[in-house]
Structure formats: structure tokens, C-alpha cells
């Protein structure tokens, strides 16, 4: 059994942000019309590969757009909590990026140390269950930065792309090397 798995990982797409208020993107927020037209053509994107598994956070946003990529491959969506975003302004996502400060903390308290462990651990345990194989991961923009710069190295070299909505992108393990093949974004 090879160690290589890859992993395409993707931002969940547009949800409606308002709803709940406050301000706070809420994790029960419905994914848009819109959302919806870009999570069926994000799932269109993997007619005709063999994904072995689909994971996605708990978030409504993240599990609806994983129901319709696992609609098309025939999988049933596994919730990881590890993948949830983290409540974070630009300026500590920047520290946390560009900076290298794993130390300065979300709105919610967490340290973008925090955040990247957790992500990571998520990450690790699914590519652990498929070696070898093709899996999908759905996630946020800020903690599938967070993570993926910490597993791929990637660091300031993805500020000022911001993962756009329902976007597949690979990301590969070998052994215990992590590499994003490509980062989406402007």
C-alpha cells in the first residue's frame, strides 16, 4: 500500500453570513442560491475520480457543500470537528500567516498555534485512513490557511489569496512530507 494520498481540499462555498447577526459568521448559516450552484459545480469537478472518502466540519456551509460532492462519488460525508473555521480578523490571520505569530489569539481565543495543531491533527488522521488513496476535505478560509501553511510550508507566499468559494485544490502526502500542488485564488 503506497503512503501517497491526495488530498483535494476545498473552501465550502457561499453561505448566508448574516444569518444569526451579531456579526459572527454563524455555524448553522445555510448555504446562498448561489452557494448551492457553486457546491454542485465543485461536486461536478470530481465525476469520474475515485475519491475514497469525503470529510467536512461541522459547520451547516461546510456540510452541505461535502453532501454534494459525496452525492457524486458515492460517499458518505464524515464530520471533523478539527476542520472548523476559526473566529479570526485579518489582522491576527495576517500575524498568524505572513508574520509567523502562532501566538496571538482569535476572537474565540484560540492561538493560531491552536488552530493549526487542531487542523493538522485533522488533516494527519484523514490521510492516515486512506494510504493511498483520493479523499475530498471541505473546509474555511482561515483554518485551511492556517493548516495547510503549517503542514505545506507555505506561509506569507498565499497572503492576499484568500481560498475562493468551492474551489478544489490538491494537496499531497508522501511519507511525512505535505505539499500543496496548487492554492487556488486571485
Do not use: K
Not at 459572527?24 to 452557494?35: E, H, K, Y
Request: with cysteine; glycine share 12%.
Amino acid at each position: 500500500m503506497s503512503d501517497h494520498v491526495r488530498i483535494f481540499c476545498l473552501r465550502h462555498a457561499e453561505a448566508d453570513t448574516t444569518f444569526g447577526g451579531g456579526g459572527r459568521v454563524n455555524p448553522a448559516a445555510p448555504l446562498t442560491p448561489r452557494g448551492r450552484d457553486q457546491a454542485a459545480s465543485a461536486a461536478a469537478t470530481f465525476r469520474g475520480v475515485a475519491v475514497d472518502g469525503v470529510y467536512d466540519s461541522t459547520a451547516v456551509r461546510s456540510r452541505d457543500t461535502a453532501a454534494a460532492v459525496a452525492r457524486v462519488v458515492g460517499a458518505d460525508p464524515v464530520p471533523m470537528p478539527g476542520l472548523l473555521e476559526a473566529d479570526v480578523d485579518a489582522a491576527t490571520l495576517r500575524a498568524w500567516i505572513v508574520d509567523r505569530d502562532l501566538s496571538a489569539r482569535a476572537e474565540d481565543g484560540e492561538t493560531g498555534a491552536d488552530v493549526a495543531a487542531r487542523v493538522t491533527a485533522a488533516l494527519t488522521a484523514i490521510a492516515d485512513r486512506h494510504p493511498g488513496g483520493t479523499v475530498a476535505v471541505v473546509g474555511h478560509v482561515a483554518s485551511l490557511t492556517v493548516g495547510l501553511s503549517e503542514l505545506c510550508g507555505l506561509g506569507g507566499t498565499v497572503w492576499g489569496r484568500p481560498l475562493p468559494h468551492a474551489v478544489p485544490f490538491l494537496v499531497e502526502r508522501r511519507g511525512d512530507t505535505w505539499t500543496c500542488t496548487s492554492w487556488p485564488g486571485p
